[in-house]
């Protein structure tokens, strides 16, 4: 067996078993733990000149942010979820950006504006 194909197979068992047992506040956790894993292989990707997988991991972090934008409560929206959502909506456009104008500095600034969303998520599950 390919000792790659038996990491992945790993790590995605590994990866089931944490969603399975995790809080809803851990998911929202790892999904943007993995947004933030994308973006960074997105920019890898980019430096390699690999635009495939740019892309790929680009569509990934999109698809990653839309999934937190779904999981606002828009049956009691309050003020900060519309700046939560407006704040998502943004970071989907500039990826979209960043993928059409393979551009470092737009995966920064959405890998920036990211963690500082999960900081303060982190930090919320502390209290």
Known sequence: MNPMLALRQYQKIGAQ?????????R??????EGG????????????????ANKGLAIGKAIGIIGGLREGLDRD??????????????????????????NDVSLL????????TVKEGWDAIGQQ
């Open 17 to 25: 078993a944490q969603t399975s047992e995790a809080s809803p506040h």
């Open 27 to 32: 998911l929202v956790q790892m999904l943007m």
């Open 36 to 51: 933030l894993d994308r973006i960074a292989q997105a920019k890898g990707a980019l430096e390699r000149k690999e635009i």
């Open 76 to 101: 009691n929206m309050t003020a900060d979820l519309e700046r939560i959502d407006a704040l998502y909506l943004y970071m989907i456009r500039r990826l979209t950006e960043a993928n059409l104008n």
């Open 108 to 115: 920064d600034e959405v890998s920036g504006l990211l963690t």
